[in-house]
C-alpha cells in the first residue's frame, strides 16, 4: 500500500493533483481543503500523505485503485474517522471536505448539525451520525489543525487532549478551553507534561498575555 508519495506537483484540478515522481506522474484525488492548499504550489516538490482504496462493482470486473492525499498525518486520520461513518464513504467524504478539518472537528465536537449539514452531500441525519460517532474524538483536531506547525512548536497530542479534559473539569467552556491552549501553543515551546502546559496557561492569563 502507498502511504505517501512525494514529487513535483504537475498540475491542480478541482479534484485532483497531478504529481511527478521519478519516471511516473500520478493522479492523486484531494478533497477541496487539501486542493486550496496545493494550488499555489505548482511546480514545486511535495509530499501527499495518502489513502488507497478501489472505485468500481467487482460484479463487473470494473475495478480502478485510486489514492487521496493529503498534507498531514492529522487529516489523512481525520478523513478515515470520517469515512468510517456509516453512509458517509470515500467518495462523499472527499466531496464534503470543502471546509478545513479544524472547522468541521469543531462542528463535531460541539453537537453543531446545523454547520456540519451545510457541508456538500451531508444532510441533517448524517450530520447527527456523524456527531453521534465521533464527537468524544475531536478534540486534537479541533485544537492542532488549524495549521502545520514546526516540529518544534508541535505538543504531544495526549499532553493537549489531557489538558483540554482538564480545563474542562475546572469548569472552562469547550471553546475557551480550546482558545487558552492555542493562546500557548502557538509559539515554538514545546510542552512535555500537562503540567508544563497548565502552567503556561495560567502564567499567560496571570501576566494579561
Same mark, same amino acid.
Given at each position: 500500500?502507498?502511504?505517501?508519495?512525494?514529487?513535483?506537483?504537475?498540475?491542480?484540478?478541482?479534484?485532483?493533483?497531478?504529481?511527478?515522481?521519478?519516471?511516473?506522474?500520478?493522479?492523486?484525488?484531494?478533497?477541496?481543503?487539501?486542493?486550496?492548499?496545493?494550488?499555489?504550489?505548482?511546480?514545486?516538490?511535495?509530499?501527499?500523505?495518502?489513502?488507497?482504496?478501489?472505485?468500481?462493482?467487482?460484479?463487473?470486473? *470494473?475495478?480502478?485503485?485510486?489514492?487521496?492525499?493529503? !498534507?498531514?498525518?492529522?487529516?489523512?486520520?481525520?478523513?478515515?474517522?470520517?469515512?468510517?461513518? /456509516?453512509?458517509?464513504?470515500?467518495?462523499?467524504?472527499? *466531496?464534503?471536505?470543502?471546509?478545513?478539518? *479544524?472547522?468541521?472537528?469543531?462542528?463535531?465536537?460541539?453537537?453543531?448539525?446545523?454547520?456540519?449539514?451545510?457541508?456538500?452531500?451531508?444532510?441533517?441525519?448524517?450530520?447527527? *451520525?456523524?456527531?453521534?460517532?465521533?464527537?468524544?474524538?475531536?478534540?486534537?483536531?479541533?485544537?492542532?489543525?488549524?495549521?502545520?506547525?514546526?516540529?518544534?512548536?508541535?505538543?504531544?497530542? /495526549?499532553?493537549?487532549?489531557?489538558?483540554?479534559?482538564?480545563?474542562?473539569? !475546572?469548569?472552562?467552556?469547550?471553546?475557551?478551553?480550546?482558545?487558552?491552549?492555542?493562546?500557548?501553543?502557538?509559539?515554538?515551546?514545546?510542552?512535555?507534561?500537562?503540567?508544563?502546559?497548565?502552567?503556561?496557561?495560567?502564567?499567560?492569563?496571570?501576566?494579561?498575555?
Amino acid at each position: 500500500m502507498i502511504t505517501r508519495i512525494t514529487g513535483k506537483l504537475i498540475h491542480v484540478s478541482e479534484t485532483e493533483a497531478t504529481i511527478e515522481a521519478g519516471a511516473f506522474e500520478y493522479e492523486v484525488f484531494v478533497p477541496d481543503f487539501v486542493r486550496r492548499q496545493l494550488q499555489p504550489k505548482v511546480g514545486e516538490t511535495v509530499s501527499l500523505r495518502t489513502i488507497e482504496y478501489i472505485e468500481g462493482n467487482p460484479q463487473q470486473g *470494473r475495478l480502478t485503485p485510486r489514492m487521496i492525499g493529503f !498534507l498531514s498525518d492529522v487529516e489523512r486520520e481525520f478523513f478515515d474517522m470520517i469515512c468510517s461513518v /456509516d453512509g458517509v464513504g470515500v467518495k462523499k467524504a472527499l *466531496r464534503s471536505m470543502v471546509r478545513p478539518v *479544524r472547522e468541521v472537528a469543531v462542528c463535531i465536537e460541539e453537537q453543531d448539525a446545523k454547520g456540519l449539514s451545510a457541508l456538500p452531500g451531508i444532510g441533517a441525519a448524517l450530520a447527527e *451520525r456523524i456527531i453521534a460517532k465521533l464527537r468524544r474524538k475531536m478534540t486534537k483536531f479541533a485544537l492542532m489543525a488549524s495549521k502545520e506547525l514546526p516540529p518544534e512548536a508541535q505538543s504531544a497530542p /495526549d499532553v493537549i487532549t489531557v489538558t483540554y479534559e482538564a480545563l474542562l473539569a !475546572l469548569g472552562h467552556s469547550s471553546s475557551d478551553a480550546r482558545q487558552k491552549i492555542e493562546t500557548v501553543t502557538q509559539g515554538k515551546k514545546k510542552f512535555k507534561s500537562v503540567e508544563d502546559l497548565l502552567t503556561e496557561i495560567y502564567r499567560v492569563e496571570h501576566s494579561g498575555g
